[in-house]
């Protein structure tokens, strides 16, 4: 259980156009998903914070326009990266938070599961 | 933000015990200690989180410092998959907005 999937795992476009990925809690609701980024050899940081039927909270120095948020259902959110340029070349890595997950074989409430990210090229 | 710090690095022998250090000098009274795990070109994935018990689970085990300002996971037998980076995150404000730093690369030695 507590499963993510992002899709899709990886994309090539051409500089100027726009790519949207998106993110899917499988087995739960998530009424809060987070959306991070992680260059080559560096950690991941937290771009937005989305909320189901709500604007998303962008962390500081993170472009709204650019990087737009959807989050229409408890098992669905978007991030859509408009006009990419090669400087957004990145791993874009979608979380899900589980609120009062229980599990078979292991329980703990309230914890993250993230996707398997998706590796955007922009040419 | 309160900060972790962790070595950059450690090696272990296959099927040995690890023990990664984590420094929290910084936490409060109500941040939860989380540790996730990164294998290369994947997203991170849950491995244990605290508050001031140890704590175990299938994964691992989670040592607290009696004053939370250190924590330990300890991998009680290291295999090749548990090959990964590791990051120790202070959980602060109870929404789960998790702050990454650098972690711990481990390397599995056969």
Known sequence: GAVVSQHP???????????KIECRSLDFQ?????????????SLMLMATSNEGSKATYEQGVEKDKFLINHASLTLSTLTVTSAHPEDSSFYICSAECESCVLIRDSFTDTQYFGPGTRLTVL | DAKTTQPNSMESNEEEPVHLPCNHSTISGTDYIHWY???PSQGPEYVIHGLTSN?????????????RKSSTLILHRATLRDAAVYYCILDQTGANNLFFGTGTRLTVIP
């Open chain 2, 37 to 39: 795990r990164q294998l």
């Open chain 1, 9 to 19: 795992s990886w994309v090539i476009c051409k500089s100027g156009t726009s790519v």
């Open chain 2, 55 to 67: 704590v175990n689970n299938r994964m691992a085990s989670l040592a607290i410092a009696e004053d």
């Open chain 1, 30 to 42: 998530a009424t809060t998903m987070f959306w991070y980024r992680q260059f080559p050899k560096q």
